[in-house]
């Protein structure tokens, strides 16, 4: 008889299909958003809660490659940019391709995400790409959140939420989200397109 101090160990649940339920949500929010080359995506992932713990207390460097190997494999299909969010600890700053970065322009920021500050899932995917860097924000063309991370903060205005099918990785709560432009203009204001030539009156 085990003492009375000894706690039986709690067994976690199988994770097999983290990276299949990835793949089918970037595949979802990809189809929705009508995602494009060259657009870009960002990713929140928190691997604790996937893990059914509390965010940012007990993160696993597995669950982040099965995270990472079904956006990558999304991605190489369709050919946006993902970058990864890291913790609050790095102010959520982002992983990225360097080449990528310099080329929108984006601010960089000196620091190497680690798990205990950045969090496994950037730290993984920092590990991964050829020139990574990190920088402070973007404004991404849509994004998935895997355990409420909060990635609105690097989504262009006006960020649009979807609600996918796929609704748990893990324990993990989902959410994404797409954008638009902004609707600018009045009572006057046309959003679509004219049909032939139709004469307008004029604003002056």
């Known amino acids: 008889m085990a ?3 000894e706690q039986p160990a709690i067994p976690e649940a199988p994770f097999k299909d983290v990276e299949e339920r990835t793949a089918a ?3 979802e929010l990809a189809e929705i ?3 494009r080359a060259g657009q870009i995506v960002v990713v929140g992932a928190s691997t604790s809660e996937v893990r059914g713990k509390r965010i940012g207390t ?5 669950i982040a490659k099965m995270i990472y190997d079904g956006v990558e494999s999304v991605r190489e299909r369709i050919g946006f940019h993902v970058v990864w969010q890291c913790c609050e600890h790095l102010n959520r700053a982002l992983v990225a391709d360097r080449a990528l970065a310099e080329r929108m322009g984006w601010n960089e920021v000196s620091a190497v995400p680690v798990p205990k500050a950045g969090g496994s899932m950037a730290a993984y995917a ?7 860097c990190l920088v402070e924000e973007v404004g991404a063309h849509a994004g998935v959140d895997i355990g409420e991370t909060m990635i609105g ?3 262009r205005r006006v960020a649009v939420p979807l609600r996918p099918t796929v609704r748990e990785i893990g324990h993990a709560r989902v959410n994404m989200a797409t954008t638009r ?7 006057r204001a046309v959003y679509e397109p004219p049909q032939g030539n139709i004469a307008s009156p004029s604003c002056e």
């Open 153 to 155: 903060m690097h989504l």
């Open 25 to 27: 949500l970037l595949g």
């Open 58 to 62: 007990s993160g696993a460097e597995d």
């Open 181 to 187: 432009p902004k609707l600018i203009g009045g009572a």
């Open 3 to 5: 003492a009375e101090s």
């Open 126 to 132: 920092y590990r991964k790409l050829a020139e990574p």
């Open 33 to 35: 958003a009508g995602l």
